[in-house]
């Protein structure tokens, strides 16, 4: 994903400034693509210079407020159908595990506790989220509707890091023995 579709995608929801679409940018869509403000600043210039967005009004201090145009829309819908999916997954989370072997065992167990509370906590934030979703709290239209699939995806990738964590935890791969040496198999 490219910040530029995110903001288009923001932008179809409606008008919105910078400061809007980097606090909305923030709170939907923080966790799986973060952006800075001078970032977002950059990007709305270049989308205007490109035709797919449009100031839609002026306010205070210099204030602009942004639009969609059918030329951005085209664009999110051209990449939402026509752009393959970069499944790259770039977390420091994962990418600090190849590393675990230059950590104490106290330290990589204090650490992967850590790690299992926060994926756990955050997991079900994202419930409670979807759980006001399923309930209709925030429409039930199109767009909620696609917000509880992210929900749901998010609380699955949450849940599943968290159990990660507890299994390199508990299973400690790092001092175990007995790791890596093949098992009988029963009746051996």
Do not use: C
Not at 47 to 75: C, F, M, N, Q, W
Request: charged share 30%; net charge negative; proline share 4%.
């Amino acid at each position: 994903m490219s910040l530029r579709h995110g903001l288009l995608g923001l932008l179809a929801e409606g008008p919105a400034s910078g400061y809007d679409l980097a606090r909305r940018f923030s709170e939907a869509l923080g966790l799986v693509w973060p952006a800075r403000h001078p970032q977002i600043y950059l990007e709305l210039n270049r989308l205007e210079s490109a035709g797919l967005i449009e100031v839609d009004s002026h306010g205070p201090r210099g204030r602009k407020a942004y639009r969609i145009t059918g030329e951005g829309r085209a664009e999110v819908s051209r990449w939402l159908t026509e752009v393959d999916v970069d499944h790259t997954f770039r977390m420091e989370t994962l990418f600090r595990s190849y590393f675990f072997w230059l950590m104490d065992a106290d330290d990589l167990a204090a650490h992967l506790a850590s790690e299992e509370e926060f994926y756990g906590e955050l997991a079900h934030r994202l419930r409670g989220y979807a759980e006001g979703k399923d309930r209709g709290e925030w429409g039930t239209g199109r767009q909620a509707r696609a917000m509880r699939i992210a929900l749901e995806a998010g609380i699955r990738v949450n849940e599943a890091l968290a159990e990660w964590a507890r299994w390199a935890r508990e299973t400690d791969p790092m001092t175990a023995e007995d790791f890596g040496v093949p098992k009988p198999a029963d009746g051996e």
